[in-house]
Nanobody, 115 residues
């Protein structure tokens, strides 16, 4: 059974930082592209950042130079370091694991950026 469990969400002031973690089980982690997506109220889910098993990354323009995705294949964990957070980053953040036709999601973690 595949499980993706996110940690690290919360309330932070504008300009602050958070680090999200996603622990994966039930998959051969290094073979999967891992990603973070987010969904704000009333909006569609959007890609935030992805990283292939070999380390190639991709970011949505709005988070470039502020967010960093990384992974530890030994720990089956993917991270999202979020700096210089803005109110518009407020959303539920979801971890994703993808390989060919396989596509798995975590339950999501709330990130709220507010003063």
């Amino acid at each position: 059974q595949v499980q993706l469990v996110e940690f690290g969400g919360g309330l932070v002031q504008p300009g602050g930082s958070l680090r999200l973690s996603c622990a994966a089980s039930g998959i051969i982690f290094r073979l999967y592209a891992m990603g973070w997506y987010r969904q704000a109220p009333g909006k569609q889910r959007e890609l935030v950042a992805t990283m292939t098993g070999s380390g190639t990354t991709n970011y949505v323009n709005s988070v470039k130079d502020r967010f960093t995705i990384s992974r530890d294949n030994a720990k089956n964990t993917v991270y999202l370091q979020m700096n210089s957070l803005k109110p518009e980053d407020t959303a539920v953040y979801y971890c994703n694991a993808k390989r060919y036709t396989e596509n798995y999601w975590g339950q999501g973690t709330q990130v709220t950026v507010s003063s």
